[in-house]
């Protein structure tokens, strides 16, 4: 439960609210023109989220069902959230209707996008795929696939897509200020150095009357953002360490064992023996006995 939180919004999800948005974004991605953000279908899942399983936004525009998330922190994971926030979502506003009916129930056709936005190396543009995370993978197709495509928006990728999209390239240069503004500060700064960013963007005209009427929202969803992912990538660091750390205590353990394998087959010695020779402990004999 340590890396779990209700998902209130984020600045990106505020952003994705407005019907205009939405249909620009559409417009970006599937390289359309479409002019008429009223018939845009917000969609909005009633209840609290884990952020494990929360999708930022998602609506319905021209019978296609766009799901799109906002990542800041890598996570091989989308898939699978994605994938848990469609049947969440088919569940809300479908299943209503009679499935077990000879009439088919008909859905939009869903499309999982990912813009990331991560301080991590990523490519430009890469897809990832449920059956990644499959146990079993053979040469057969899997009866269940769910592709999400992810776009990295960071400075100089996806210039085309970000010129196509105002909205959304004014967005990254407040995530870059943000992240300019807080470099090598404390966590007690951090409020300020929002504060600052949205400054910057309000007095350069980037969605400025956005953060002008949402500031309070803005600056209390990106503090628990930014406090939320700095708890992630350290649990990150000291699960890599644990992990290194016990690979480490594994190897050791287990060339021990070797040796001690080599003397009892090659010296003809006993268990006992061979593990006195090579300074196991009688308290760990156990342990040795059950690798040989």
Not at 15 to 28: C, H, P, S, V
Not at 73 to 84: A, D, E
Not at 104 to 110: K, M
Not at 145 to 164: D, P, T
């Amino acid at each position: 439960m340590a890396n779990k939180r209700n998902y209130k919004s984020n600045v990106f999800a505020m952003l994705l609210e407005d019907q205009g948005r939405a249909l620009e974004l559409y417009n970006a991605v599937n390289n359309s023109n479409y002019d008429d953000p009223t018939l845009v279908e917000i969609n909005t899942i009633e209840g609290g989220f884990e952020l494990s399983i929360q999708n930022d936004a998602s609506f319905i525009f021209d019978n296609v069902l766009s799901i799109y998330e906002h990542q800041s922190t890598y996570c091989p994971n989308m898939p699978l959230r994605s994938l848990v926030y469609f049947a969440t979502l088919v569940q809300e506003k479908y299943m209503n209707r009679d499935i077990f009916s000879r009439r088919l129930v008909s859905l939009p056709t869903p499309k999982f996008i990912v813009f990331y936005n991560g301080t991590e190396p990523q490519p430009e543009y890469s897809e990832m795929k449920l059956s990644d995370c499959f146990i079993n993978k053979d040469d057969e197709k899997s009866m269940l696939e769910l592709l999400c495509k992810v776009y990295n928006i960071n400075a100089g990728k996806n210039k085309k897509l970000l010129e196509r999209c105002r909205w959304l390239a004014d967005y990254m240069v407040f995530v870059d200020k943000v992240r300019e503004y807080h470099k090598g500060r404390t966590e007690a700064e951090l409020e300020e150095d929002i504060s600052k960013a949205i400054d910057y963007c309000i007095e350069n005209n980037y969605l400025k009357g956005f953060f002008t009427s949402r500031r309070s929202e803005v600056l209390e969803v990106t503090k628990v953002d930014y406090t939320f992912e700095r708890r992630m990538k350290l649990n990150y660091e000291e699960g890599r360490e644990d992990g290194l750390r016990e690979g480490e205590t594994s190897g050791k353990l287990k060339g021990k064992a070797e040796t001690i394998r080599e003397l009892i087959k090659n010296e003809k010695w006993s268990a006992e023996k061979a593990m006195k020779s090579v300074g196991i402990p009688e308290s760990e004999y156990d342990t040795y006995l059950k690798m040989l």
